[in-house]
T-cell receptor, first 111, second 112 residues
Framework: GQQVMQIPQYQHVQEGEDFTTYCNSSTTLSNIQWYKQRPGGHPVFLIQLVKSGEVKKQKRLTFQFGEAKKNSSLHITATQTTDVGTYFC???????????FGRGTSLIVHP | NAGVTQTPKFQVLKTGQSMTLQCAQD?????MYWYRQDPGMGLRLIYY???????DKGEVPNGYNVSRLNKREFSLRLESAAPSQTSVYFC???????????FGPGTRLTVL
């Protein structure tokens, strides 16, 4: 069955440093969604990637979907304290096609 | 638009008690979901309703029941609460089951 791994589980950075989280799948994905959850909050949709090799930017955030559609990444340039939270990739599950959430990557930004 | 609303926000139960978590959305979405979130475990799907009149089990359905009351409302019931059900519960909705999910603020449940 489909196995999806998101790494790292935690990342500490100094404010101003860059940050990247990776989502790797054992099978080809039809699409992948990314969500952010602030501490004490609820997940909020960031973006959906569909095409092979797709790159999308939202200000300091860059999202990529691999050429083989088996991996994806989120890169944040020059982190700020407002970037603190957990970032989830959510590829569709094999059977139901519902986006499934793993453990996410928790980003801690030190001022 | 209120989006997705959940009640209550906080709840403390004793083992064996029952309760129903309420969820409502005003976005005319077809699909609704219930997740639980435990520290270090991410979000795990309990039950979902792809459309009004249908419900299906997710990854961790044991100990829970759901009701899709109408297109707007999707409730989660704990018949006999156990300490292992201490968690944060999120309801979400989407236009269709493959689409972007919109989450409610969550219910923080403690079972003693």
């Amino acid at each position: 069955g489909q196995q999806v791994m998101q790494i790292p589980q935690y990342q500490h950075v100094q404010e101003g440093e860059d940050f990247t989280t990776y989502c790797n799948s054992s099978t080809t994905l039809s699409n992948i969604q990314w969500y952010k959850q602030r501490p004490g909050g609820h997940p909020v949709f960031l973006i959906q990637l569909v095409k092979s090799g797709e790159v999308k930017k939202q200000k300091r955030l860059t999202f990529q979907f691999g050429e083989a559609k088996k991996n994806s990444s989120l890169h944040i340039t020059a982190t700020q304290t407002t970037d603190v939270g957990t970032y989830f990739c959510a590829p569709p599950s094999g059977g139901s096609y519902i986006p499934t959430f793993g453990r996410g990557t928790s980003l801690i930004v030190h001022p | 638009n209120a989006g997705v609303t959940q009640t209550p926000k906080f709840q403390v139960l004793k083992t064996g008690q029952s309760m129903t978590l309420q969820c409502a959305q005003d976005m005319n979405h077809n699909s609704m979901y219930w997740y639980r979130q435990d520290p270090g475990m991410g979000l795990r799907l309990i039950y979902y309703s792809a459309s009004e009149g249908t419900t299906d089990k997710g990854e961790v359905p044991n100990g829970y029941n759901v009701s899709r009351l109408n297109k707007r409302e999707f409730s989660l019931r704990l018949e006999s609460a156990a300490p292992s059900q201490t968690s944060v519960y999120f309801c979400a909705s989407s236009e269709a089951y493959k689409d972007t999910q919109y989450f409610g603020p969550g219910t923080r449940l403690t079972v003693l």
